[in-house]
């Protein structure tokens, strides 16, 4: 089911409920073809990402070319940046910038804290644990030079960003 608004740029605008269907929350471990059970986190972590994505070292690689094209979809498309249109009472509506967090957390009880790693002190830091830090982006934004990190990104899933190209919630 989905439906189209308009919005204030006056662009269509599309709501659709997306459910992914797998079986039973299992996959297969490639290496043994055992069925395992997904955590709740696990599952979440497979369909959807808060961060913006790594760069790795420019390569000629498809691989290296897929993941810079994500990384700009990202900060692109999916970077919260605050306006009139979402600060009530000198706050975000949406509660950004959202909190940093070295893991998903999914509970029945509250909406879900996505994996949103800080950036790390230094760069030698980094070096060290680099599976530990987010990552940052210089951005100009509303005429401001700005640094991004991860509490600016929106929850979105990896694959139907870099298919559409625009901006999509999760
Ligand atoms: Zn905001």
Not at 10 to 37: D, R, S, V
Not at 44 to 65: G, M, N
Not at 103 to 108: E, F, P
């Amino acid at each position: 089911m989905y439906i189209i608004l308009s919005v204030f740029s006056g662009l269509p605008h599309l709501h659709l409920c997306l459910i992914f269907k797998t079986a039973h929350n299992n996959y297969f471990n490639e290496a043994n073809w055992i069925p395992m059970k997904l955590t709740p986190e696990e599952w979440c972590h497979q369909f959807i990402s808060a961060e913006i994505p790594l760069l790795p070292p420019p390569s000629r690689s498809t691989w290296y070319k897929k993941q810079k094209e994500y990384r700009k979809n990202v900060l692109d498309f999916m970077i919260h940046s605050c306006s009139e249109a979402c600060v009530v009472d000198g706050k975000c509506s949406k509660r950004f910038p959202k909190p940093f967090s070295l893991t998903d957390q999914v509970s029945d009880e509250a909406y879900p804290i996505y994996r949103r790693r800080a950036p790390a002190k230094s760069e030698e830091e980094r070096r060290q644990n680099p599976e530990l830090y987010g990552e940052t982006e210089d951005k100009i934004s509303r005429g401001l030079n700005r640094v991004i990190d991860n509490r600016h990104v929106v929850a979105h899933n990896p694959f139907l960003i870099n298919k559409y190209k625009s901006q999509l919630v999760n």
